[in-house]
């Protein structure tokens, strides 16, 4: 029987209500690398504990490429093992972590999929042989699998393509898409329903040098549903976008690119509702920023972008991590400056103001870049109160990490032994998980929270309510699963 909490509106208003972001400090940096050119393309925190980084490494003078692999720990500050998988002089675009306590890794190369165990240990590998689409992005869907998006070239146009894989490394369906224009998908996320929604490139006059951003919701099987174009196909102008996020209320955050005719390229930001209509889009442009490549949605609702350029407008490059408010305002701008030069990649949120950034470093003029590993935050002391054996009060503390995908961990203290209920509610109120039910004793204690319900079923993006219940008292605190 379902059960359903009803809780107080000044909860949910407080729960959704925007949290004024400060600028972080850069607190270390660190490069990670070998003799020749190493790029760190993605971060993902894992379930439990640390990082998981992909990207490329070459392994000669000659610049063969690999793809690459590695582990962090739970700071993000010692590297545990990275490794080098041979993909036919090419890079890795983007690794995940997986709920077995794997990761994946996929790219332009051959292989096109590596899958491994959570020390880096091979499992298994999609090669040209059973794929034929490169691809760019991927994630893990509900039921355990992964599907994958990038671009396909059948009879000369470069097509469109997603494919589904199970968790065990077998092809269930792979498909192209606009078979007369060239267009290319790079970025592809889940929905609620169990459809797909893919973002890219399309070109829409056939033999045509202009492109539109694309939009594309497919079907659970694959089957094209709708596609949003967002340009005009008329002119010469080059829109594309490289990635797409669920965001909490159910729409879509897209991070794009456009070249106007006779200009450089511009990042720009696109903000729809859940289907796919545009809300509002924000357009960096004389701000020194060269190109943006990453988006997450934060913990305070707003949006953090990395990429690199020069806020000083001077000739230089460097990392630049960039956060905006829920309607795309700028609220502040970090430039992170390398030796020689820096870009950054990809970010993740650790907690709330808390980032590790990542990308690539020049250490001198002239030499091989390096990948590396930026930590934002605050460097401000922290005052800790003595704390004695027993607690002298009940307490919720903040899930950690703090947005979270898929797992994270609630920690509470007892003061005296009782009755314990610690259950997660969506935003409406309805029960979606009981973690705790039973007579516990004083202390401090901790509970893990895979984002699942009673019945196994993942629950989709969006803000969770954990509430903690015992006879005396009551205490509820706000939890953001972004995926």
């Not at 002391?381 to 899930?399: R, Y």
């Not at 039973?438 to 993006?461: A, F, I, K, L």
Request: net charge negative; charged share 20%; proline share 5%.
């Amino acid at each position: 029987m379902q059960r359903s909490y009803l809780l107080p509106s000044m909860l949910i208003i407080i729960g959704l209500c925007q949290i004024l972001s400060a600028q972080p400090d850069t607190l270390w940096t660190k490069s990670i690398g070998g003799d020749f050119d190493d790029m760190i393309n993605s971060v993902e925190q894992i379930p439990g504990g640390g990082f998981i980084l992909g990207g490329f490494t070459e392994s000669n003078p000659d610049t063969v490429r690999n793809y690459w692999l590695a582990r962090l720990n739970s700071t993000g500050d010692d590297t545990l093992w990275t490794k080098a998988f041979p993909a036919g002089d090419t890079e890795g675009r983007m690794a995940i972590t997986t709920s077995d306590g794997g990761a994946v890794i996929v790219g332009t190369g051959d292989p096109r999929i590596i899958k491994t165990d959570g020390d880096g240990v091979l499992q298994w590998q999609l090669t040209s042989t059973e794929l034929d689409g490169e691809f760019f992005g991927i994630m893990e869907t509900s039921d355990g699998g992964l599907i994958a998006c990038g671009v396909s070239e059948v009879g000369g146009i470069r097509s469109a393509c997603v494919a589904e894989i199970t968790a065990a490394g077998a092809v269930t369906w792979e498909k192209t898409y606009g078979p007369s224009h060239d267009s290319y998908l790079f970025s592809i996320t889940e929905l609620s329903t169990g459809e797909f929604a893919a973002a890219g490139a399309h070109r829409t006059i056939p033999d045509g040098n202009s492109s539109d951003a694309w939009l594309f919701i497919l079907s659970a099987t694959g089957d094209s549903t709708e596609s949003h174009f967002f340009g005009n196909p008329d002119t010469s102008n080059n829109e594309r976008f490289s990635q797409i996020r669920s965001t909490i209320d159910g729409g879509f955050i897209l991070l794009g690119d456009q070249t106007l005719e006779g200009q450089s390229k511009t990042p720009y930001l696109v903000k729809t509702d859940s289907g796919g209509v545009e809300q509002w889009s924000e357009t960096f442009t004389g701000l020194g920023i060269s190109e943006l490549f990453n988006v997450i949605q934060t913990s305070d609702s707003g949006f953090t972008l990395t990429g690199y350029g020069d806020l000083t407008l001077s000739e230089g490059f460097d990392m630049l991590v960039i956060h905006t408010d829920a309607a795309g305002t700028t609220d502040w701008s970090k430039q992170i400056s390398g030796p020689s030069g820096a870009a950054g990649l990809a970010s993740t949120e650790i907690s709330a103001g808390e980032y590790l950034a990542v990308g690539v470093v020049i250490p001198e003029a002239d030499s091989p870049m390096d990948g590396w590993v930026v930590r934002l935050g605050t460097d401000a002391p922290v005052a800790v109160a003595e704390q004695p054996g027993i607690p002298v009060e009940l307490t919720l503390h903040a899930n950690y990490p703090n947005p979270f995908n898929p797992t994270t961990t609630i920690g509470f203290d007892l003061p005296q032994t009782g009755a314990v209920t610690l259950r997660v509610y969506d935003v409406l109120g309805r029960e979606v998980r009981q973690l705790m039910n039973r007579p516990m004793g004083p202390g401090h204690h901790y509970v893990t929270w895979n984002g699942r319900t009673d019945d196994g079923r993942e629950v989709p993006t969006g803000i969770y309510i954990a509430r903690l219940v015992t006879p005396e008292n009551a205490r509820s605190i706000k939890m953001v699963l972004l995926k």
